[in-house]
């Protein structure tokens, strides 16, 4: 059974940082992309970002590009977010998530595109 837990969340002011953490077990995760989602109030869930299986190719939705990075750690099954320069508008609950497909696959901005979810974890700005 896939697992996967997000933490690293919290209350910070505009301006600051956060790293968010996304641990996974039941998968080798070198064999799958990830991405990370978010859904704030009121909206739906959206792409935030995404790395390829083996880390080397990354993508952003334009609002967080220059401000966050993904990256991940294989041989600790687990992906990370950093997310600096943080705007009341990134307010929301942070989603990480596994590709449906192994491989080498396109990047993907879609959910159907990713199978197993974290329970998601909180990030508030404050302006």
């Known amino acids: 059974q896939v697992q996967l837990v997000e933490s690293g969340g919290g209350l910070v002011q505009a301006g600051g940082s956060l790293r968010l953490s996304c641990a996974v077990s039941g998968r080798t995760l070198s064999t799958y992309a990830m991405g990370w989602f978010r859904r704030a109030p009121g909206k739906e869930r959206e792409f935030v970002a995404a790395?390829?299986?083996?880390?080397?190719?990354?993508y952003y939705v334009d609002s967080v590009k220059g401000r966050f990075t993904i990256s991940r750690d294989n041989a600790k099954n687990t992906v990370y977010l950093q997310m600096n320069s943080l705007k009341p508008d990134d307010t929301a609950v942070y989603y990480c998530a596994t590709r449906r497909t192994p491989g080498r696959v396109p990047m993907a901005t879609t959910l159907y595109e990713y199978d197993n979810w974290g329970q998601g974890t909180q990030v508030t700005v404050s302006s």
């Open positions: 790395v390829s299986w083996k880390g080397g190719t990354t």
